[in-house]
């Protein structure tokens, strides 16, 4: 079958590999029609993606379709359409056990710690699919992005009517603001790039845009913005250190920081401001089950418009001769989708 390998860093090669076999006991095999872009991937062709080993298939935004489903699997049948939730979770850990299987003590994530989706068929555990009756194949293979916007949004707690800034109007950016909006939050994106802002704007309705320069100029615009008081909540999707460090000063007294973003690296911040102003602060990884249904109940009524969110397309077989220029911002990537059909 058609597999795309990543050999090493910046060689990707077009392969052909062994069909799986049968799926075993509570596995469906599924065939990966869409396939979506995202910021580990474009970091393992970088070679700078953590917790990464070559040659890996890459692939873990999936929309795919059920070929065939092993015994004791309810629910699923050959032609349903699914997302795949790409989080192999152990099931017996203390995190797993507490229902936290987004952060599972030896997790492994498909197309990172394990070969993914850039091939046309694929056993995963069936417990991992969620199908939708309406969805798009494209729309589906959003959904696992989407989730870790809405998954931080979650964790974070917010609030009808509170100011919460989004620093980095990237993909991850872009997944918080939709849920921060859907929360009834006043959203405000920040970033350097001005066509970002504009998108954030024009396509997602975020009503307030700082475009992000010196730290004091920031700090003022974001007085204005929220009647001198400071967001309650910021988030930081950039996973820059700089970012970061900045980012404690834009949050009110008692209001929570939320780490989206992952910076690969110890990190240090002033306690006693951190402690003069009783702030929380928040990690957050990946996403739960629990969004995946939630994210496709919202796209099903509507309530999440996915439409602004493709910007890019390839077939499968171009694929590695197209992304390379992907990784260029100048291009105005937001998300790229690979078309395996």
Same mark, same amino acid.
């Given at each position: 079958?058609?597999? !795309?390998?990543?050999?090493?860093?910046?060689?990707?090669?077009?392969?052909?590999?062994?069909?799986?076999?049968?799926?075993?006991?509570?596995?469906?095999?599924?065939?990966?029609?869409?396939?979506? !872009?995202? &910021?580990?991937?474009?970091?393992?062709?970088?070679?700078?993606?953590?917790?990464?080993?070559?040659?890996?298939?890459?692939?873990?935004?999936?929309?795919?379709?059920?070929?065939?489903?092993?015994?004791?699997?309810?629910?699923?049948?050959?032609?349903?359409?699914?997302?795949?939730?790409?989080?192999?979770?152990?099931?017996?850990?203390?995190?797993?056990?507490?229902?936290?299987?987004?952060?599972?003590?030896?997790?492994?994530?498909?197309?990172?710690?394990?070969?993914?989706?850039?091939?046309?068929?694929?056993?995963?555990?069936?417990?991992? #699919?969620?199908?939708?009756?309406?969805?798009?194949?494209?729309?589906?293979?959003?959904?696992?992005?989407?989730?870790?916007?809405?998954?931080? %949004?979650?964790?974070?707690?917010?609030?009808?009517?509170?100011?919460?800034?989004?620093?980095?109007?990237?993909?991850?950016?872009?997944?918080?603001? +939709?849920?921060?909006?859907?929360? &009834?939050?006043?959203?405000?994106?920040?970033?350097?790039?001005?066509?970002? #802002?504009?998108?954030? +704007?024009?396509?997602?309705? =975020?009503?307030?845009? %700082?475009?992000?320069? /010196?730290?004091?100029?920031?700090a003022n615009r974001l007085?204005?913005?929220?009647?001198?008081?400071?967001?309650? !909540?910021?988030? /930081?999707?950039?996973?820059?250190?700089?970012?970061?460090?900045?980012?404690?000063?834009?949050?009110?007294?008692?209001?929570?920081?939320?780490?989206?973003?992952?910076?690969q690296g110890d990190y240090t911040f002033n306690?006693?401001?951190?402690?003069?102003?009783?702030?929380?602060?928040?990690?957050?990884?990946?996403?739960?089950?629990? /969004?995946?249904?939630?994210?496709?109940?919202?796209?099903?009524?509507?309530?999440? /418009?996915?439409?602004?969110?493709?910007?890019?397309?390839?077939?499968?077989?171009?694929?590695?001769?197209?992304?390379?220029?992907?990784?260029?911002?100048?291009?105005? %990537?937001?998300?790229? =989708?690979?078309?395996?059909?």
């Amino acid at each position: 079958m058609r597999t !795309i390998i990543l050999n090493e860093p910046g060689k990707f090669e077009r392969i052909e590999t062994d069909a799986p076999g049968e799926p075993n006991v509570g596995e469906a095999t599924v065939r990966v029609r869409r396939i979506g !872009i995202c &910021g580990t991937d474009l970091h393992a062709f970088w070679g700078n993606q953590p917790f990464f080993t070559y040659p890996r298939i890459l692939g873990h935004e999936l929309g795919v379709e059920v070929v065939a489903v092993g015994d004791g699997v309810e629910g699923l049948r050959p032609g349903d359409r699914c997302v795949v939730e790409p989080y192999l979770n152990c099931g017996v850990c203390i995190a797993c056990h507490r229902g936290k299987t987004n952060c599972c003590a030896s997790l492994k994530v498909l197309g990172v710690h394990t070969d993914g989706g850039m091939r046309e068929l694929i056993n995963v555990p069936a417990i991992k #699919l969620h199908k939708s009756e309406t969805l798009s194949l494209e729309q589906l293979a959003l959904v696992e992005t989407l989730g870790i916007g809405a998954h931080a %949004v979650q964790r974070s707690q917010a609030e009808k009517g509170e100011f919460a800034l989004v620093i980095g109007a990237g993909p991850i950016g872009l997944a918080v603001m +939709q849920f921060a909006l859907a929360a &009834g939050t006043q959203v405000i994106a920040m970033d350097v790039n001005t066509r970002r #802002l504009e998108f954030c +704007q024009k396509q997602m309705g =975020v009503p307030m845009l %700082v475009h992000a320069g /010196d730290d004091e100029t920031n700090a003022n615009r974001l007085r204005e913005l929220t009647n001198g008081d400071m967001p309650t !909540i910021v988030f /930081d999707a950039t996973g820059h250190p700089d970012s970061m460090a900045k980012a404690f000063r834009y949050v009110a007294p008692g209001g929570k920081f939320v780490f989206v973003g992952l910076y690969q690296g110890d990190y240090t911040f002033n306690d006693p401001d951190f402690h003069r102003r009783e702030l929380t602060l928040l990690a957050t990884r990946n996403s739960t089950p629990q /969004d995946f249904r939630n994210i496709i109940a919202l796209m099903e009524h509507e309530t999440i /418009d996915t439409t602004p969110w493709i910007t890019h397309r390839a077939a499968f077989d171009e694929m590695p001769d197209q992304f390379p220029s992907w990784l260029n911002a100048e291009t105005g %990537v937001i998300k790229a =989708v690979i078309d395996c059909d």
